[in-house]
């Protein structure tokens, strides 16, 4: 009677066992990439770093460990990262199996790229459960992502409205933008006020500054 128990209890052990293992080899892994890499909870919380990100948080950017909770360095973009590892952690479509990339570096610093990927059901989620969102953090200029992206991302804009945001940005007037855009200028006002709407901004100065403040991403790429 007490056989089929003990042969469970038994496999069970070594299920266990296995599990330890993997886990254990995952975190080596993890440990010895290069790049900084960090476990998340959906909150944000940070549940794992490995060592180039923990070096990456004693330089103090541009990712930073503040109580606990992975922050952004760049104003701009700490709210968004935030929402995007929530999203990972809820499986937002929205967010793509492929994740999404931020732009973290301050004004005036090197490029530096936040991907958020989620962690699939699977071998990455129990292994690393309660984890929910995997965080890698590019330096090279090459893996920042599309200007346009990044702006999309950050504001909910449309493409248009992203590519009328990066001219004005960039200095142009709103003759000047319209005509670079091939759209009429009653046109580029209308995505003119979406975009101020949505960026919480008023005038076309404030969108200089904006842009400004996100920093060498979207500088690197040019409108």
Same mark, same amino acid.
Do not use: W
């Given at each position: 009677?007490?056989?089929?128990?003990?042969?469970?209890?038994?496999? !069970?052990?070594?299920?266990?066992?296995?599990?330890?293992?993997?886990?254990?080899?995952?975190?080596?892994?993890?440990?010895?990439?290069?790049?900084? &890499?960090?476990?998340?909870?959906?909150?944000?919380?940070?549940?794992?770093?490995?060592?180039?990100?923990?070096?990456?948080?004693?330089?103090?950017?541009? #990712?930073?460990?503040?109580?606990?909770?992975?922050?952004?360095?760049?104003? $701009? %973009?700490?709210?968004?990262?935030?929402?995007?590892?929530? @999203?990972?952690? @809820?499986?937002?479509?929205?967010?793509?199996?492929?994740?999404?990339?931020?732009? $973290?570096?301050?004004?005036?610093?090197?490029?530096?790229?936040?991907? $958020?990927?989620?962690?699939?059901?699977?071998?990455?989620?129990?292994?690393?459960?309660?984890?929910?969102?995997?965080?890698?953090?590019?330096?090279?200029?090459?893996?920042?992502?599309?200007?346009?992206?990044?702006?999309?991302?950050? &504001?909910?804009?449309?493409?248009?409205?992203?590519?009328?945001?990066?001219? #004005?940005?960039?200095?142009?007037?709103?003759?000047?933008?319209?005509?670079?855009?091939?759209?009429?200028?009653?046109?580029?006002?209308?995505?003119?006020?979406?975009?101020?709407?949505?960026?919480?901004?008023?005038?076309?100065?404030?969108? %200089?500054?904006?842009?400004?403040? !996100?920093?060498?991403?979207?500088?690197?790429?040019?409108?």
């Amino acid at each position: 009677m007490l056989s089929p128990h003990l042969r469970r209890a038994s496999l !069970i052990g070594d299920l266990l066992d296995q599990g330890r293992v993997i886990t254990h080899h995952y975190r080596q892994a993890l440990d010895h990439l290069a790049v900084p &890499f960090v476990l998340t909870h959906a909150n944000g919380a940070i549940l794992h770093a490995n060592a180039a990100a923990e070096q990456m948080f004693s330089a103090q950017g541009p #990712i930073l460990s503040r109580n606990g909770l992975l922050q952004a360095q760049n104003p $701009v %973009v700490a709210r968004a990262l935030l929402d995007a590892i929530a @999203s990972a952690a @809820s499986a937002d479509a929205s967010l793509g199996a492929r994740g999404i990339g931020l732009p $973290v570096s301050a004004q005036g610093q090197p490029p530096a790229v936040a991907y $958020v990927l989620p962690l699939t059901e699977g071998t990455a989620r129990a292994v690393f459960r309660p984890a929910c969102a995997a965080v890698f953090i590019s330096t090279t200029t090459s893996a920042s992502p599309l200007p346009e992206a990044v702006l999309t991302t950050l &504001f909910d804009l449309t493409p248009a409205e992203a590519r009328v945001l990066l001219r #004005i940005g960039s200095g142009l007037s709103a003759s000047k933008s319209a005509s670079s855009l091939g759209i009429g200028e009653n046109t580029l006002k209308t995505h003119l006020n979406r975009i101020f709407a949505k960026t919480g901004t008023r005038r076309q100065a404030d969108l %200089v500054k904006l842009v400004s403040d !996100i920093g060498t991403p979207l500088a690197a790429h040019g409108p």
